[in-house]
């Protein structure tokens, strides 16, 4: 079998805007290629940890070899608090998403999209003036729990739903 090409450092810039073009084209598995590429050359990448992180979050449902854990293998690659706070909620989120489409019993997925808020509350605190990403993600599963009525805690463990109101949290 043939040995995988390396390219060279000057092109990851423009191996990145190709990641990420297949990412918005639902080519996820075409970025995550191009991810490992520029990884191998570059371990450190922060852009390409995050490019490959949410590339494999776009395969979840889709590829059985694709999970959260590949996800947090990635995220764990991550050098910021706030980064890592805020992709551990995306990963949580999209994960409750596919459990939820996939008919998982609701209280699973609710459990998933809690863990999303509170990694979203923890990267709110952490996140710079002009940066509500984490805010927006946490509107978002709130809104999604708020319209769907299978989205509860599971009848036995009220716990989950302890602690969070229906305003996002200060900073």
Known sequence: MSELRSIRR???PRALAKAERYRLLNEPWEAESICRDVLSTDPENQEALVTLLLSLTDQFGRRAAVGVNQAREVLSRLQGGYERDYYSGVICERWGK???????PGHIAYGWFREAMEC??????????????????????????QENDSLKPHPEDGSF???FGDEVPGR
């Open 161 to 163: 739903d302890a602690g």
């Open 98 to 104: 596919v459990q939820l489409r996939s008919g998982t």
């Open 10 to 12: 000057e092109a990851i």
């Open 120 to 145: 979203f509350e923890k990267a709110i605190a952490k996140s710079p003036p002009q940066n509500e990403d984490a805010a927006l993600r946490w509107n978002a599963c709130l809104r999604l729990m």
